[in-house]
């Protein structure tokens, strides 16, 4: 019970940090090639777990890994490489809205795959709350998108169905009793490497060197954004189901919701608040459920 306490509020946690993000980024929005914005983030968030893995080991080299070096390469270069460069390539081809809707079926692959492969347990009550949380973000943004589907919508959609397998194998290497720590650093660290990879063979590496203070800022502010946001999440999915935690997460939006309002003065409106009352109720029902996992049939 202590550690679904746990997990469940470390998930919760994430999901306002998540939800922060976008009004603080609209305090801070600097023009900034997503990819080496994104690599940057991940290069220094990926040394800064690596050190805390280290340390989490008593500097004792054979404590810090307990799975396959193939496992923790794949984390970082699906979810913190591939997905990444496949998602703001489909931004380009589709809207803001329509993305962040797309990337907000997380939850949908995360469930189907966790009950597959990690045999989670899902249960009726479950799956209410995760439909109704979704139909309520739909209900939030359903002003800013339309329906029909373009290449761009498919590349996000791609980003993230990998994203679902990048945290599906993340919580499979955590069952394997590899630590939160070491999975972070390996998302963050080799992706961006991945990342820089890509930079450097599209020949915007200069772009590095060309940075000016308020993107400097901008690129330390998101940074130790994200580095929360990563380390309250693979915390929790350490302690929960991620097929739980991940429904979690669908809280974000009422977050930014309320942010939004206070702080930058945007109208809410009467169908917004609707969307919010249904992912509030949906939230009472995740949090009500347990990480258990499916009994194996025995021949």
Request: aromatic share 14%; net charge positive.
């Amino acid at each position: 019970m202590k550690k679904e306490l746990t997990g469940t509020f470390l998930a919760i946690l994430t999901a306002f940090v998540s939800g922060i993000a976008i009004p603080v980024n609209k305090f801070f929005v600097v023009k900034i090639d997503p990819l080496l914005f994104t690599a940057i983030r991940g290069l220094f968030i990926g040394i800064g777990f690596f050190l805390l893995s280290i340390f989490q080991s008593n500097f004792k080299p054979k404590r810090f890994k307990k799975v396959s070096w193939r496992l923790l390469l794949t984390i970082g270069f699906v979810g913190g490489g591939i997905a990444f460069l496949l998602f703001f390539s489909g931004l380009r081809l589709t809207t803001a809205g329509r993305a962040a809707f797309l990337h907000k079926t997380l939850p949908l692959y995360i469930t189907l795959f966790a009950f597959l492969f990690l045999k989670e347990k899902i249960t009726r009550k479950q799956i209410f709350a995760m439909i109704l949380m979704l139909l309520g973000t739909y209900i939030i943004v359903s002003n800013r998108i339309t329906w029909e589907i373009t290449l761009g919508d498919l590349m996000v959609i791609s980003a993230t169905i990998l994203w679902a397998v990048e945290n599906t194998l993340a919580k499979h290497a955590m069952n394997n009793k590899e630590s939160n720590f070491v999975v972070t650093f390996a998302r963050m660290f080799f992706g961006s490497i991945f990342l820089f990879s890509i930079i450097i063979i599209l020949g915007k590496i200069d772009l590095l060197f060309s940075l000016q203070t308020a993107q400097i800022r901008n690129i330390i502010i998101s940074t130790g954004i994200l580095f929360c946001y990563v380390l309250f999440w693979y915390s929790s999915i350490r302690y929960i189901n991620v097929s739980k935690a991940s429904v979690i997460l669908l809280l974000a939006p009422v977050i930014s919701l309320i942010l939004g309002y206070y702080w930058l003065d945007e109208i809410v409106t009467n169908v917004q608040i609707v969307g919010s009352i249904l992912i509030l109720i949906g939230s009472y029902f995740i949090v009500k459920t347990r990480s258990e996992r499916r009994i194996p049939i025995v021949e």
